[in-house]
């Protein structure tokens, strides 16, 4: 409707055909003629500007405006100087339905098929001053006006596009954290669950221990689940080196674990690490079936600078699916990682077990 009014306002500049046809003594065949062809002028134009917006083919464009140019040419040619207005809306359908690259030679050819046409009607040179620039102008402008609208068109493009990564990212990231917290918990909580049923019948102390710690996993377990969904829960490597030394002694693995690292470490670096060391461990406690694990923490220089490393070994029957087809959770700490620059390492270790290798670059961190 915006487009409509718009378009009708610059319609009323035909008023000078009209009052030609109605006042200018022309003859009842003439006059039939040219309020006949001065409709098909106006809905042939209408039809071309109200599609600008869709793609059209340039050589039905091109056509279109060849029929539109044809028309005013004879109209202005049999019933007189008045008809002349035609060209300008010829040049300004032309700006408004081509590529720029087309349009800014057909304007041109419009105005002169004007100035041509001015020439030859009687009196039309009078006209001809108060034409050009309108013709010139317009058809210009609505190149720009063209350029515009698809600019507009390709930046809402844009603003959805962005807005569906934002939302699949976050997806992605709720993804990983649930992964990771629930799947370490909930092989806790299934390893205590069990190693309390054995203690039950000759050990109930024991076993209500254990099921207190089962209480206390639960509801950490929730916590971190609701932080993780808040997008405000980062792992510390202490915390996560408390939590593998109990989830490892829980499934009877002998743990082989690193002092707390000193010092400050940046905090995506220190987060990544974190969330490797816990799904490395809820590996070893849910598939390998090992005795020992190993885990190893060192700064290493490279020529890239300084790199913090992580290391987690085994002596168990494998990773998660074996090393050719990891899960979820190797793919999203190779995510995870790769945010912050590093890199993951996940294979088989020596002759039996499985090695799972983080690394994070220091400097980098700490420069952000």
Same mark, same amino acid.
């Given at each position: ?11 009323? !500049? ?30 042939? !134009? ?14 039905? =464009?091109?056509?279109?405006? &060849? =029929?539109?140019?044809? /028309?005013?040419?004879? #109209?202005?040619?049999?019933? @007189?100087?008045?008809? #002349?207005?035609?060209? =300008? !809306? ?6 408004? *339905? ?10 041109? @050819?419009?105005? *002169? ?30 190149? %720009? ?17 962005? &807005?569906?990564?934002?939302? +699949? ?11 990771? #917290? ?27 221990? /254990? ?20 997008? !405000? ?5 202490? @915390? ?13 693995? =002998? ?18 690490? &974190? ?7 809820? +590996? ?16 290493? /220089? ?15 029957? %494998? ?7 990891? @899960? ?10 790769? *945010? ?6 996940? %294979? ?21």
């Amino acid at each position: 409707m915006v487009k409509m009014l718009w378009i009708s306002i610059w319609l009323f !500049y035909l008023s000078a055909p009209v009052t030609d046809l109605i006042s200018g003594g022309h003859a009842t065949g003439p006059r039939i003629l040219g309020t006949l062809g001065l409709a098909a002028f106006v809905a042939w !134009y209408l039809v071309l500007v109200f599609r600008t917006t869709r793609p059209m083919p340039v050589r039905r =464009v091109l056509f279109s405006l &060849a =029929v539109l140019a044809t /028309q005013a040419t004879v #109209l202005s040619l049999t019933l @007189g100087r008045e008809w #002349l207005v035609l060209f =300008v !809306y010829v040049a300004i359908s032309s700006g408004a *339905a081509l590529p720029a690259e087309y349009s800014r030679w057909t304007v041109l @050819g419009t105005t *002169a098929l004007l100035a041509v046409t001015a020439n030859a009607v009687p009196g039309g040179t009078a006209y001809l001053a108060g034409l050009l620039i309108p013709a010139l102008m317009g058809g210009f402008a609505m190149v %720009g006006v063209r350029a515009m609208i698809r600019t507009t068109m390709e930046l809402r493009e844009a603003r959805a596009t962005v &807005a569906q990564l934002a939302a +699949n990212e976050e997806r992605l990231r709720m993804a990983r954290d649930l992964h990771d #917290l629930l799947g370490h918990s909930l092989s806790l909580i299934t390893l205590k669950s069990e190693l309390a049923g054995r203690m039950l019948p000759g050990q109930p102390d024991a076993a209500a221990q /254990q099921v207190a710690d089962i209480e206390r996993v639960s509801r950490q377990a929730l916590v971190d689940v609701r932080e993780a969904v808040s997008g !405000y829960r980062r792992p510390t490597l202490p @915390g996560e080196l408390a939590g593998a030394r109990t989830a490892l002694a829980a499934a009877g693995v =002998v743990a082989d674990l690193p002092a707390e690292p000193s010092g400050e470490l940046p905090e995506e670096a220190e987060s990544a690490l &974190a969330w490797s060391l816990r799904e490395a461990v809820t +590996n070893v406690v849910r598939h390998s079936g090992a005795k020992r694990c190993r885990v190893t923490l060192e700064t290493l /220089q490279t020529l890239d600078g300084p790199v913090l490393e992580l290391t987690v070994t085994d002596d168990g029957s %494998g990773g998660p699916g074996g090393p050719a087809a990891p @899960g979820n959770g190797l793919t999203g700490l190779t995510e995870r990682l790769a *945010a912050v620059g590093g890199d993951l390492s996940a %294979g088989s270790a020596s002759r039996t077990g499985f090695a799972l290798t983080a690394r994070v670059p220091l400097a980098l961190g700490s420069e952000s």
